[in-house]
């Protein structure tokens, strides 16, 4: 079963990602499954990612003066808009009154909303992440293979916020009760959330991540005051997904 079933996603969703350890590769899966179904999928961000590579995708425009005529054209599959690419190579993403404009010339729109800098797990600035109001349905990705890791800012984008939200130290080591809290906290991985709330617990990638994965599912599920709509357990790298 793919992805987008166990997500439950339906035509006319908007969807943001957000979190870190996988943001950008679930957007793809989601995207290359729903491709199959001959729709019209919209793929951007509200801050900033890597431009793809052309055969990710089927239509690219990086011009916000050209959105409007280009969404007007029918052509189904994978679109992806960006406002300018920087000197990174990275696209700068929509803000709310381009997405205002657009999505409803797609069937599907997936927003990556959220910044990591390729880091396994984060916390997060006042202004994060960047949750487009419309939105129908946040994913919220958490890396379990950030458990076992030492805080500190190489490993941690925003170390220090990510201390004080886990009640944690820098040279610690990362426990499943850290993980909670990040999913639980009032300014954790939720806390700009709209729409359903999805916790997607990515990169249980062997036996031993998948069973730290179900142990702090079993936490998750004692906590019944965070009104998250689903958790889904998987490997996106390996295609497997588990709820």
């Known amino acids: 079963m793919g992805l987008f079933r166990y997500i439950g996603l339906k035509e ?51 011009d916000e003066n050209k959105f409007a005529e280009n969404a007007k054209i029918n052509k189904k599959g994978i679109h992806i808009y960006g406002t300018e690419v920087n000197t990174e190579n990275k696209m700068i993403g929509l803000n709310e009154n381009h997405l205002n404009d657009l999505a409803s010339y797609f069937d599907y729109v997936l927003i990556e909303a959220d910044g990591a800098k390729k880091k396994k797990i984060k916390g997060w600035d006042d202004d994060e992440p960047v949750v487009y109001g419309a939105t129908t349905k946040t994913i919220g990705i958490l890396d379990i293979q950030a458990f076992g890791m030492r805080i500190c800012e190489s490993n941690v984008h925003r170390s220090e916020r990510f201390c004080k939200m886990t009640h944690s130290k820098e040279g610690e080591n990362i426990t499943l009760d850290h993980l909670l809290s990040v999913v639980v906290h009032p300014q954790g991985l939720f806390k700009n959330a709209k729409g359903e709330k999805i916790l997607f617990v990515n990169k249980a990638d062997d036996i031993n991540y998948l069973n730290k994965a179900e142990q702090l599912k079993v936490k998750m599920n004692m906590h019944s005051s965070m009104g998250l709509n689903k958790i889904i357990i998987g490997s996106i790298k390996n295609n497997r997904y588990y709820v």
Do not use: W
């Open 12 to 62: 006319k969703d908007i969807v943001s990602i957000i979190g870190a350890g996988g943001k950008t590769s679930l957007m793809f899966q989601l995207a290359h499954e729903l491709r199959k179904n001959n729709v019209r999928v919209l793929l951007t961000t509200t801050t900033k990612i890597y431009v793809p590579q052309k055969e990710m995708v089927d239509f690219i425009c990086i």
